[in-house]
C-alpha cells in the first residue's frame, strides 16, 4: 500500500462512468497480443478498460511497442485525450503515468543492484502498485507456465499468481489469476506490427490461433463475472463473441486508436518489412517442443525487440506462420517465415531458428490445454 500511496490515487466516480473499470495483466509470452483484442471486445461489452501497459525486453514483448507500430498512435496522451478516449472508446491502453506509484520505480532500480529482482514479494508489489493507484474495480493476471515464461518454473509461477491474488484481494481489489501455457507462440505471428495485423483480423472475426482465442475468452470470461456483468462464464462467453460477430469489438478498437492520435485503416498504414523468408524445416515429423525464448530473440537479433532498455526497435519485423506443438511437417516445409529488413538479416537468423523446434524421430505428445488452471484468494 506504501508504494501505491506514494503518488496519486485516481477517483473515477466523478466521471460517471456507467460500467466497471476492469484490467488484465499478463507477466509476458510472445505472439501475445491478447491485450490489444480482449480490452476492445470488454469496451463493446459495456465496461471500461484503462491498461497501464509497459514496452518489451529480452524475450517477452511489449503491448505499447505493438501499438506504437500505428503512426500517430501516442503512448502518453493528454489527460484530457486520456479521458476522453476513455468516455468514447470504453478503453484506453498508455504507458505508465509518472505520477501513479512513482516509488515503484526507485524500487525497481534498487532491486537491480541488490540482485532481488526475482524476489516475489518485490515483484507482487511492483505489478500491483499501479494497478491499486488506478482505481480498477476488477482485475485478473495471466501468469505464463513454460519454458517461454517470466518464473523459472511451474510451481514458481503458481506462487506468484497467489500472491498476486491475495494481496491485490486484500488491498479491496478483486483478482483472479489464470495460469496459461506459453511453452510455443501463442499466437500464429510474432513481431510488433505483425501481432497488430492478427489482432485486427481476430477483431474482424478471421480467427487465428485457438489457443489464442481461448486464452482471450477465459480472460474475459473471468473479468465480466467478476465485474459483476455476467453470472457466470458461458454467459460471459457468449457476450465476448457478440462483440466480434457484431463488429462492435472491431468499432472500439477503431474509436480507441483514433482517439490517441492513430490512423484510421490501420493495416494499410502499418510499416512493412521488405522482405520475407520461409525458415525450413531440415527433416520431417511432429513437432515436440519449442523454444519460445529463441523464437522471441531470433526477433531481437532482426532489430525488433530490446537487449536493454534504451533500444530502439523496428516494428516491422518478425515471424508469421510459426508452428506450435504437435503440429505434423514435412522436410523443408517452414517452421516460420521470416519478415526482415534484408536477405542478409533473414539469412543470418535461419539457421538458428530451425533449432527452436525439437523433431524427435519417435512419437511426441500433443500439445495439453493453454489455461493450465485458475487462481483464487485463498
Known sequence: MGLRDSGDVLEWASA?????????????????????????????????????????????????????????????????????????AGEAIVGPMAALAPADEKLYSVCDVTATVESLDLITASILSKKLAAGFHGLVMDVKVGNGAFMPTETASRELAQSLVDVACDAGLPTNALLTDMSSCLSDSAGNTLEVCEAICFLRGEIPSKRFKEVVMAMGAELLVLGGMESGQEAARVALQATLDSGTAFERFDRMVQGLGGCSDVVQHL??????????????????????????????ELGGGRRQASDTIDHA????????????????????????????????ISGSLSFAFTIPDGHAEPQGPVVVDRIFRR
Open 317 to 348: 519485423v518478425g515471424l508469421t506462420e510459426v508452428a506450435g506443438i504437435g503440429r505434423q511437417v514435412a522436410r523443408g516445409e517452414p517452421l516460420a517465415i521470416i519478415h526482415a529488413r534484408s536477405q542478409v538479416d533473414a539469412e543470418r
Open 16 to 88: 460517471q462512468l456507467d460500467g466497471p473499470i476492469l484490467d488484465k495483466h499478463s507477466t509476458g509470452g510472445v505472439g501475445d497480443g491478447v491485450s490489444l483484442v480482449l480490452g476492445p471486445m470488454l469496451a463493446a461489452c459495456g465496461a471500461y478498460v484503462l491498461m497501464i501497459s509497459g514496452r518489451g525486453l529480452g524475450h517477452t514483448g511489449g503491448t505499447l511497442d505493438k501499438l506504437e507500430a500505428i503512426p500517430g498512435y501516442t503512448v502518453t496522451p493528454s489527460q484530457e485525450a486520456f479521458q476522453q478516449t476513455v468516455k468514447r
Open 271 to 300: 510499416p512493412v518489412a521488405p522482405v520475407t523468408f520461409p525458415c525450413p524445416d531440415p527433416c520431417s515429423g511432429v513437432i515436440a517442443r519449442v523454444d519460445v525464448k529463441a523464437l522471441r530473440m531470433a526477433i531481437v
